[in-house]
């Protein structure tokens, strides 16, 4: 199985700061690569896919990098409803699998 | 816009069983594969397992921890996906989320989910 690291599990940042969440295939995995965000008690939604591709309706300060092993999800400017937790997940062969997750808190 | 809408979740006890199903609406379900993903309470996300379109064979695969216990089927007539899960054990308490696939090429992701239905295993 691939597994999916991400890093950091969790950190603090203030309106406005510029994040930025790493995510780490263990293996080779080309583009395939997708970014979830979840708010509390509520489903996940789709941020990016194939690695760099904003989903339709999502605002431009998020945007995604990398392929290979390494992967990125910057937010460029942290807006008040950035706080949530956010997951990476590998499509590159099944079984599908996720990254633990970063948790993005208010400072 | 597409929906999905979960059901049949609950309590059950270790050994028990249960079937969840998912409501769909909004796209054409037939030519859609859909995936069930879980979430332990306080955990991170788990893919279960999905099943292709008919047109594709209607094949499944399955995450180990479920491979054997849970069945994932769909019926297209009714638009509704369903997961069938056998000698359950604790540590497949969690919210069920049924979700569709989409894709670009060989590029897939999962780009619509349903609200959630908590299955608690207790006894």
């Known amino acids: 199985d691939i597994q999916m690291t991400q890093s950091p599990s969790s950190l603090s940042a203030s309106l406005g700061d510029r994040v930025t969440i790493t995510c780490r295939a263990s293996q080779s995995i080309s583009s395939y690569l997708n970014w979830y965000q979840q708010n509390p008690g509520k489903a996940p939604k789709l941020l990016i896919y194939?690695?760099?591709s904003l989903q339709s309706g999502v605002p431009s300060r998020f945007s995604g990098s990398g392929s290979g092993t390494d992967f990125t999800l910057t937010i460029s400017s942290l807006q008040p409803e950035d706080f949530a937790t956010y997951f990476c997940?590998?499509?590159?062969?099944?079984?599908?699998?996720f990254g633990g997750g970063t948790k993005v808190e208010i400072k | 816009e597409v929906q999905l809408v979960e059901s049949g979740g609950g309590l059950v006890k270790p050994g028990g069983s249960l079937r969840l199903s998912c409501a769909a609406s909004g796209f054409t379900f037939n030519n859609a594969w859909m995936s069930w993903v879980r979430q332990a309470p306080g955990k991170g996300l788990e893919w279960v397992g999905r099943i292709k379109s008919k047109t594709d064979g209607e094949t499944t695969d399955y995450a180990a921890p479920v491979k054997g216990r849970f069945t994932i089927s769909r019926d297209d007539s009714k638009n509704t996906l369903y997961l069938q899960m056998n000698s359950l054990n604790i540590e497949d308490t969690a919210v069920y989320y049924c979700?569709?696939?989409?894709?670009?090429?060989?590029?897939?992701?999962?780009?619509?989910w349903g609200q959630g239905t908590l299955v608690t295993v207790a006894s």
């Open positions: 997940q590998q499509s590159y062969r099944t079984p599908l699998t």
């Open positions: 194939a690695a760099s």
């Open positions: 979700t569709k696939e989409d894709s670009s090429g060989y590029f897939i992701w999962f780009g619509s």
